[in-house]
C-alpha cells in the first residue's frame, strides 16, 4: 500500500508532462534557465510583443507554479510585461529595493547590459506562499529587453 501511494506522489507530480515544472514540484535552476530560453526563442519567432501577451496571459509554457518569465526594457528598467504581479506594469521599479534594501532590479539591468545573461540573488514575495523569501533570478538579454525566471530557495 505504502508503494502504491508513493507511486500516486510520483505520478502526479510529474502529471505536467515531460519538461514541465508542476506546482507539486520546487523548480531548479535548470528550470529557469530552460524556461527563459524558451522566452527567447518564442521571442526571436514571435516578435516581443507576442511574448509580451503570452506573460500577460499566464501561458503555462511561461508561467508553472511559482517559476514564471517576466520582462523588463533594458533601457529604460520599465516592466513591460508580469504575469503574477499586473500592476508593475509600465512601472520604472529599478530603484526600488528589497526587503534588505538591495536594488535588485539595477543589477538586473547591468549585468544583462555587460553579460547578457547571468543570475541574481535578492527577497521577493512568493506567490505559492505569500511570503517574503530568498530568490535567484535567471536574466537572459533579448535584443532590448530582459527576460527574468527565477526560483525561491529553501
Not at 534588505?100 to 553579460?115: C, D, F, S, T, V
Not at 514575495?125 to 530582459?146: A, C, F, M, W
Amino acid at each position: 500500500m505504502k508503494r502504491l501511494f508513493t507511486g500516486s506522489l510520483l505520478c502526479l507530480a510529474f502529471a505536467g508532462g515531460s519538461g514541465s515544472v508542476s506546482a507539486a514540484v520546487e523548480a531548479t535552476e535548470k528550470d529557469a534557465i530552460a524556461m527563459a530560453e524558451r522566452g527567447a526563442a518564442f521571442m526571436k519567432a514571435h516578435g516581443k510583443e507576442e511574448m509580451m501577451k503570452k506573460i500577460t496571459a499566464k501561458d503555462p509554457d511561461f508561467v508553472q507554479g511559482s517559476l514564471y518569465v517576466d520582462m523588463r526594457d533594458i533601457k529604460t528598467g520599465i516592466v513591460l510585461a508580469h504575469p503574477i504581479n499586473p500592476s508593475i506594469v509600465g512601472k520604472d521599479l529599478t530603484d526600488v529595493p528589497d526587503a534588505n534594501g538591495k536594488k535588485y532590479r539595477r543589477e538586473i539591468i547591468e549585468l544583462a547590459q555587460k553579460q547578457g545573461k547571468g543570475w541574481v540573488n535578492y527577497q521577493y514575495k512568493n506567490p505559492t506562499s505569500g511570503k517574503i523569501e530568498p530568490k535567484t533570478t535567471y536574466i537572459l538579454r533579448v535584443n532590448d529587453v530582459v527576460l527574468e525566471a527565477g526560483i525561491y530557495k529553501k
